[in-house]
Every structure is written in structure tokens, then in C-alpha cells.
T-cell receptor, first 116, second 114 residues
Framework: DVKVTQSSRYLVKRTGEKVFLECVQD?????MFWYRQDPGLGLRLIYF???????EKGDIPEGYSVSREKKERFSLILESASTNQTSMYLC???????????????FGPGTRLLVL | QKEVEQDPGPLGVPEGAIVSLNCTYS??????FMWYRQYSRKGPELLMY????GNKEDGRFTAQVDKSSKYISLFIRDSQPSDSATYLC??????????????FGTGTRLKVLA
């Protein structure tokens, strides 16, 4: 079974703090993703990475950065947390997309972040 | 206009009912269509996957794609209280560069009443 784990289920931080969210997958997947999920807005892609040290901006990268030093680990960094970054953060991973095979994203359990 | 539209619900049905969940999309280039189920306080998990227009069945679940109308559906037969969850549609397309675009709907919250 594919397992995607996230470092925290719940996190409370203060405005201006630097926040690190960690994600680890155990299936040697090439691709890893960070989403945030908000009511009425659904899942929005923040950043993704298709290889170690590679990263691509998603739809809403502002205020975030990422790091992928090892294949199995993808970190999301909030440089200076703000209240509008209060959200559910979901990490996902997937195999490299091959035209003849299906693409499946495997999600972690999520981190609920509250910024006060 | 959003690329993928999905009614957020909530949708309440009695146990045993047939449930119909739907998404519409605007980009005709989407190639792959997925349905994810997300239980409360959990991450989404893949439920169904389809590539072409038509129906795909898996147990009590049927996924339907109509590319001409840009409309996808998920049907749940003999619905159970354990089906209560949020259902997200997703679709993707692959660019010639090898990268791909993956878009999720906002999700429909389903409650099956015992």
C-alpha cells in the first residue's frame, strides 16, 4: 500500500511565524504535490515537484516555497504565516505519468493549519 | 468561468437510493477523468478512473463521461451510510512536453441517511 504521511495533523501558529509542513512518501514516486483545500474553493495546487531539487509553481504559489532535497520528502514552507493561510494542507504523490497507464494521486491525511 | 464546476451540495438521500453526482468542464482537451472520495478529516482517495466517453462500472459505482457535452457523472447504486463523504471529480491532460495539468472540482458533500 502506498503511504503518504504528513508531519502534523493539526498546527496552530502566530502571524509572522515561519512554518514548515513535511510530507514523506514510501513508494519511490517521482511527483509530489502540495494543495490547500478550502470550503467552496476545493483543492488548489500550490507547488509540485517532478524530481529531486525540481519544483514548479501551481495556481497559488504566493506566500509559499517548497523544498525537495530527497525523492521521498517534499516540504512546504510558509515564510511568514498570515491569517489567510489558515487552511487544510494536503500533500500527494504520483508515479511519472505514462500515456498508457493511469495517473493516480495518493494523498496524505492533511494538516489543518490555524494562523492566529 | 471555472474550468471544472461541481455542485457543493450537501446532498441528502435515504439509504438504498441511487445517487447521481456530476461535474461539467470547459476545456475539451481534458483526457482523463477521475472521481475521488474524501471522508471527513482524511485525504482524498481515488474511487474511479475513466479515459474515454462511455460508462465504467465497479461494483455499486458507475462513472460516465460525455465528452461531447463536457459532462461527467458518478452513480452510486444501493447507497449506504458508509458512502457519506465528499466526492471530488478531477480531470487531467498531458502536454507534449510530458508535464500534465490536473484539476479538481470543489467536491459534493453526500449524506446517506439510515
Amino acid at each position: 500500500d502506498v503511504k503518504v504521511t504528513q508531519s502534523s495533523r493539526y498546527l496552530v501558529k502566530r502571524t509572522g511565524e515561519k512554518v514548515f509542513l513535511e510530507c514523506v512518501q514510501d513508494m519511490d514516486h517521482e511527483n509530489m504535490f502540495w494543495y490547500r483545500q478550502d470550503p467552496g474553493l476545493g483543492l488548489r495546487l500550490i507547488y509540485f515537484s517532478y524530481d529531486v531539487k525540481m519544483k514548479e509553481k501551481g495556481d497559488i504559489p504566493e506566500g509559499y516555497s517548497v523544498s525537495r532535497e530527497k525523492k521521498e520528502r517534499f516540504s512546504l514552507i510558509l515564510e511568514s504565516a498570515s491569517t489567510n493561510q489558515t487552511s487544510m494542507y494536503l500533500c500527494a504523490s504520483s508515479l511519472y505519468f505514462v500515456r498508457e497507464s493511469r495517473e493516480t494521486q495518493y494523498f496524505g491525511p492533511g494538516t489543518r493549519l490555524l494562523v492566529l | 468561468q471555472k474550468e471544472v464546476e461541481q455542485d457543493p451540495g450537501p446532498l441528502g438521500v435515504p439509504e438504498g437510493a441511487i445517487v447521481s453526482l456530476n461535474c461539467t468542464y470547459s476545456n475539451s482537451a481534458f483526457q482523463y477523468f477521475m472521481w475521488y472520495r474524501q471522508y471527513s478529516r482524511k485525504g482524498p482517495e481515488l474511487l474511479m478512473y475513466t479515459y474515454s466517453s462511455g460508462n465504467k462500472e465497479d461494483g455499486r459505482f458507475t462513472a460516465q463521461v460525455d465528452k461531447s457535452s463536457k459532462y461527467i457523472s458518478l452513480f452510486i447504486r444501493d447507497s449506504q451510510p458508509s458512502d457519506s463523504a465528499t466526492y471530488l471529480c478531477a480531470m487531467s491532460l498531458m502536454f507534449t512536453s510530458g508535464t500534465y495539468k490536473y484539476i479538481f472540482g470543489t467536491g459534493t458533500r453526500l449524506k446517506v441517511l439510515a
